[in-house]
């Protein structure tokens, strides 16, 4: 087996890995199911169709800690409501940046942002209403957009090793 052989079968195991944890991450939980409600009030309940709604909330919690340590009566609520937000939101972004770079990594026609993007973002699309079918999750427009960021950042990466490793040679 020749060097390229090698160095693809790494990256396609790499790859398969990061698809396993990204599915047991997205998809191997608890779910989400509010007791009481049928099937299609839990879906309706698990939707967020405006953008940055969540994030607002998110940002809202961050940047006003002496409102909300007051309205929650604790402050170890607000740090943990912190933590939440920070996670949700850092972890909506760092969670598909890999998959940004793979996408050009993998498949030679992904090469051009134009292209990677899109694909990436009907994937993500495609996440969100499985996780919203199966109550794996919610269907919120804020993790598209952030997801999109991540992608956007691993492309980005990708580009910059691509153009360093051209400039070394």
Same mark, same amino acid.
């Given at each position: 087996m020749g060097k390229g052989n090698s160095r693809n079968s790494f990256w396609a195991l790499l790859f398969l890995g990061y698809c396993a944890l990204m599915l047991y991450l997205l998809f191997?939980? !608890?779910?989400? *199911?509010?007791?009481?409600? !049928?099937?299609? /009030?839990?879906? /309706?309940?698990?939707?967020?169709?405006? @953008?940055?709604?969540?994030?607002?909330?998110?940002? $809202?919690?961050?940047?006003? @800690?002496? &409102?909300?340590?007051?309205?929650?009566?604790? /402050?170890?609520?607000?740090?943990?409501?912190?933590? +939440?937000?920070?996670?949700?939101?850092?972890?909506?972004?760092?969670?598909? *940046?890999p998959f940004g770079a793979f996408l050009p990594a993998m498949w030679p026609k992904l090469q051009r942002a134009w292209k990677a993007i899109p694909v990436g973002l009907l994937s993500i699309v495609l996440v969100e209403i499985c996780q919203l079918l199966t109550l794996?999750?919610?269907? $919120? +427009? $804020? $993790? *598209?957009?952030?997801? *999109?960021?991540?992608?956007?950042?691993? &492309?980005?990466?990708w580009r910059l090793c691509r153009f360093c490793r051209r400039k070394r040679r």
């Open positions: 191997v939980r !608890t779910r989400a *199911v509010i007791e009481g409600l !049928t099937y299609w /009030e839990q879906i /309706e309940k698990n939707c967020n169709f405006i @953008p940055w709604r969540t994030v607002g909330n998110y940002w $809202d919690i961050l940047t006003r @800690p002496e &409102y909300y340590i007051q309205k929650w009566e604790a /402050e170890s609520v607000y740090r943990y409501q912190v933590c +939440i937000a920070l996670i949700n939101i850092l972890g909506n972004i760092a969670m598909f *940046v794996r999750g919610r269907c $919120d +427009i $804020d $993790d *598209v957009l952030l997801n *999109v960021i991540g992608i956007s950042l691993g &492309y980005g990466l």
